[in-house]
């Protein structure tokens, strides 16, 4: 499979930043992600994208394709 965005997290703003690897198409932002968010992993089947909130101490999950907080 071809990897198509990078995901950034956003510690200041609480948010993720999704960055399409061609020019053609815009940053998007998953807000209200957690406090502090500073780690980023996908699950192995890659489903999910786990986000690591420091000062929360939770994880976020998001549907790499919607980009929705489940």
């Not at 956003?10 to 209200?32: F, H, Q």
């Not at 420091?54 to 994880?59: A, H, R, S």
Request: proline letters at 6%; aromatic letters at 4%; charged letters at 20%.
């Amino acid at each position: 499979r071809a990897v198509t965005r990078a995901f950034i997290t956003c510690s200041g703003v609480n948010s993720v930043n999704v960055v399409p690897l061609r020019r053609n198409s815009d940053t998007i932002t998953v807000e209200n992600i957690g406090e502090q968010p500073r780690g980023i992993a996908f699950t192995p089947d890659g489903k999910e994208l786990w986000v690591a909130n420091l000062l929360g101490n939770d994880l976020a999950i998001v549907d790499p394709v919607s980009l929705r907080i489940v």
